[in-house]
C-alpha cells in the first residue's frame, strides 16, 4: 500500500511545498549561473526511470556547454576541467539537484529511491535487474546515496539499492530522507567522477 499510493501523495505533496518555499533560492541560483558561464541555467539528460522507461532529468548546469553530455562523469579524463566555478559549489552542496522537484512533481521520480542511471551505463542497470530496483521510482536520494554515494563501486551500489527496494517502507524512507541531510552536510562520499567501476 504504501509504495504504490502513500509514498507517491507523500512525494507530491512535499515536492510541491518545498519547491514553493525554496523558489526564491531558485531563482538566485539561476541568476548566478547565468552571470558565471554562458549556456542555459538548467541541464537535461536521459535516465532511466520505473520500469525502465526513460525520463529526461533537471539538473542546475553546473558544467561548461562544450562537456560531453551522455557520458558518465567518471570516465571524463578530467572531470574537473569541465566544471564551472560555480558548479563546484553547486554539487558539493548538491543544489544542483533541486530542479529535480519538478521530476517528483511529474512524477518520473521519488524523493527516496536507487538514483537514476544514465540511459547508457548499461552495467548499473543490468546489476540493479538482479535485485528488482528497476522496478521502482528512481530517488533524488536513497540508501546507496547515504552509504558511500560517488565512492561505490557498480555492485555495491545495485545491491544497496536493492536492499533498499526489499526493505522498502515509510520509516526506511524517513531514515535515508535525514541521512541524506547529514551526508551533504559533510559531504560524504563526493568524489568528482567517483568510481563507477565494475570492481575486480
Known amino acids: 500500500m504504501y509504495n504504490k499510493r502513500i509514498k507517491r501523495i507523500i512525494d507530491l505533496i512535499l515536492s510541491l511545498i518545498i519547491f514553493i518555499v525554496l523558489l526564491p533560492i531558485f531563482l538566485i541560483i539561476m541568476l548566478i549561473i547565468k552571470i558565471d558561464s554562458k549556456g542555459p541555467v538548467f541541464f537535461k539528460q536521459k535516465r532511466v ?6 525520463f529526461e532529468i533537471l539538473k542546475f548546469r553546473t558544467m561548461y556547454i562544450d562537456t560531453p553530455k551522455d557520458m558518465p562523469t567518471h570516465l571524463l579524463e578530467n572531470p574537473e576541467a569541465f566544471i564551472t566555478k560555480v558548479g563546484k559549489f553547486l554539487r558539493k552542496t548538491s543544489l ?4 529535480q522537484l519538478i521530476n517528483i ?3 518520473d521520480m521519488s524523493f527516496i529511491g536507487p538514483r537514476p542511471a544514465l540511459w547508457n ?3 548499473l542497470i543490468e546489476e540493479r535487474d538482479k535485485y528488482h530496483a528497476n522496478d521502482i521510482r528512481p530517488g533524488m536520494s536513497g540508501w546507496a546515496q547515504i552509504n558511500g554515494r560517488d565512492e ?3 555492485p555495491v551500489k545495485a545491491k544497496l539499492d ?3 527496494c ?6 526506511f524512507d524517513v531514515r535515508c530522507f535525514f541521512g541524506t541531510f547529514i551526508s551533504v552536510l559533510h559531504q ?3 568524489v568528482e567522477g567517483g568510481t563507477g567501476s565494475m570492481g575486480d
Not at 544542483?96 to 530542479?99: G, T, V, Y
Not at 526489499?166 to 520509516?171: G, I, N
Open 49 to 54: 526511470g520505473k520500469g525502465k522507461s526513460y
Open 96 to 99: 544542483d539537484e533541486l530542479p
Open 105 to 107: 512533481i511529474k512524477g
Open 121 to 123: 551505463q548499461y552495467d
Open 152 to 154: 561505490l563501486e557498480i
Open 162 to 164: 536493492g536492499y533498499y
Open 166 to 171: 526489499e526493505h522498502l517502507s515509510f520509516l
Open 188 to 190: 560524504d562520499g563526493v
